[in-house]
């Protein structure tokens, strides 16, 4: 889960449920004053991403918000896609809110496997970690897939990057 960059709203990727063996494939939304009062309606949105169809499973995982607080990045495990939700159209019910899908690939043809997400601080890129865990896990097989945000698409990838590589932060010096 993140937040926006003002607090006003939490971001949850439904990525599977612990009473079925069922992996998700969308976001909730929630208004944090709602929530923090106990309120009811404190989710404001759920968003389908990574498909158009309600029963495919994409499993999104480590999501991100630009620094403007315009835009989520998701990355959807089973479907080997990132999504780019608009929080505005989200907020206001519209279907068209995940406004790109951007299908990543790998070298060998392989499972990509995205997990983990970041976010530059100009808001200009994403990065995405991704990669499948194999054994021996001292193999580095991990990617980090660099995505331009206003072209929206894969700008760069590097590979071996660790072995079933999740979390993701930008370090400016």
Same mark, same amino acid.
């Given at each position: ?7 006003? %709203? =939490? =971001?949850? #990727? ?19 004053? *709602?929530?923090? /009062?106990?309120?009811?309606?404190? /989710? ?14 994409? %499993?999104?995982? =480590?999501?991100? +918000?630009?620094?403007?607080? *315009?835009?989520? +990045?998701?990355?959807?495990?089973? #479907? ?14 519209? #279907?068209?809110? /995940? ?6 690939? *790998? ?16 808001? *200009?890129?994403? +990065? =995405? #970690? ?8 001292? /193999? ?13 698409? +894969? ?19």
């Amino acid at each position: 889960m993140t937040a926006t960059p003002n607090g006003r %709203h =939490i =971001i949850v #990727s439904n990525g599977g449920s612990q009473r079925v063996a069922r992996s998700g494939n969308s976001l909730s939304i929630y208004d944090t004053t *709602r929530a923090a /009062e106990g309120a009811a309606g404190a /989710e404001v949105a759920r968003i389908l991403v990574g498909t158009d169809d309600p029963d495919e499973q994409t %499993h999104p995982f =480590i999501t991100s +918000v630009t620094p403007d607080g *315009r835009q989520i +990045v998701v990355p959807n495990y089973r #479907s080997d896609s990132i999504s780019i939700v608009d929080l505005d159209l989200a907020l206001a019910g519209n #279907s068209t809110a /995940e406004v790109a899908r951007i299908g990543l690939t *790998r070298p060998d043809g392989g499972p990509v496997r995205p997990k983990g997400s970041a976010i530059t601080a100009d808001g *200009r890129y994403a +990065v =995405i #970690s991704a990669g499948p865990g194999s054994q021996p896990y001292s /193999e580095e097989t991990g990617y980090v897939y660099v995505i331009d945000l206003a072209a929206r698409r +894969v700008a760069g990838v590097i590979t071996g990057v660790g072995n079933d590589p999740y979390g993701l932060a930008i370090v400016y010096r």
